[in-house]
C-alpha cells in the first residue's frame, strides 16, 4: 500500500538553529511529493513541491527540501528557525495518473521553537 | 477571492444526528476534496470530485455522502454521526492537473471542527 511516513511526532528547537524533517515515502514509482504546514487553528498551507528535475526545491518562508530516490526520502530543511516558525508539518505525496488529486499525508510533525 | 471556504467553524452533535458541512470556493476549481484529520493520523480522504456530477470515495468513505451539483460548493453530509466522526474536517480544491498530468496545488480551507457526543 501507498503510505508517507514522518518518523518525528514532535521536535524542538531553538530559535536561530538549524531544522531537518523528516519524510520517507512508499510508492511503487516515485510520486508528486509536497510540504504543507499548519499553524494552529489554521489550514494547510504549501510549503513546496517536487515533481521531477532538480532535486533540491525552494519554497516560501526559507525552507528547502532535498528529494533522494535511493532513500525514498523528501526531507525539510531551514538554515535558520524563527519563532513563527512553530506549526505543525506535513509531507504528502500524490501517485501520478488518475491518482492526481488524491494525497496521502503522513502523520504530521509538530515544530516547538524555544526563545 | 474568498478561496476555500468552509462553514461552520465549530460544531457539536449528538450521537445519530444528521448534519451537512458546507465549503465554497470562488477559483473556478474542478477538483474538490473533503480530508479528515486525527491526531497521529494525519489527513485522510473521504470523498473527492473531479466536476459537477462527478464525485468518488477516497479512503474513509463510510459514514459520508457528497454531492457535486456546481462547480463552486461541494457539501459534506453525515447521515447519521457517530463519536468515531469527531474531527477537523478540511475541504480542498484545484485546478485539473497541469500540462502532463502534473498535479495542481491543492488550496485548503479553514477547517470545520466537528465533536459528537
Known amino acids: 500500500a501507498q503510505s508517507v511516513t514522518q518518523p518525528d511526532i514532535h521536535i524542538t528547537v531553538s530559535e536561530g538553529a538549524s531544522l531537518e524533517l523528516r519524510c520517507n515515502y512508499s510508492?511503487?514509482?516515485?510520486?508528486?511529493l509536497f510540504w504543507y504546514v499548519q499553524s494552529p487553528g489554521q489550514g494547510l498551507q504549501l510549503l513546496l513541491k517536487?515533481?521531477?528535475?532538480?532535486?533540491l526545491v525552494q519554497g516560501i518562508k526559507g525552507f528547502e527540501a532535498e528529494f533522494k530516490r535511493s532513500q525514498s526520502s523528501f526531507n525539510l530543511r531551514k538554515p535558520s528557525v524563527h519563532w513563527s516558525d512553530a506549526a505543525e508539518y506535513f509531507c504528502a505525496a500524490v501517485a501520478g495518473g488518475t491518482s492526481y488529486g488524491k494525497l496521502t499525508f503522513g502523520q504530521g510533525t509538530i515544530l516547538t521553537v524555544h526563545p | 477571492n474568498a478561496g476555500v471556504t468552509q462553514t461552520p467553524k465549530f460544531q457539536v452533535l449528538k450521537t445519530g444526528q444528521s448534519m451537512t458541512l458546507q465549503c465554497a470556493q470562488d477559483m473556478n476549481h474542478e477538483y474538490m476534496s473533503w480530508y479528515r484529520q486525527d491526531p497521529g493520523m494525519g489527513l485522510r480522504l473521504i470523498h473527492y470530485?473531479?466536476?459537477?456530477?462527478?464525485?468518488d470515495q477516497g479512503e474513509v468513505p463510510n459514514g459520508y455522502n457528497v454531492s457535486r451539483s456546481t462547480t463552486e460548493d461541494f457539501p459534506l453530509r453525515l447521515l447519521s454521526a457517530a463519536p468515531s466522526q469527531t474531527s477537523v474536517y478540511f475541504c480542498?480544491?484545484?485546478?485539473?492537473?497541469?500540462?502532463?498530468?502534473?498535479?495542481?496545488?491543492?488550496?485548503f480551507g479553514p477547517g470545520t471542527r466537528l465533536t459528537v457526543l
Open positions: 480542498a480544491s484545484s485546478y485539473y492537473p497541469l500540462a502532463g498530468g502534473l498535479p495542481d496545488t491543492q488550496y
Open positions: 470530485s473531479v466536476g459537477a456530477g462527478i464525485t
Open positions: 517536487y515533481f521531477s528535475g532538480d532535486t
Open positions: 510508492y511503487g514509482a516515485t510520486p508528486y
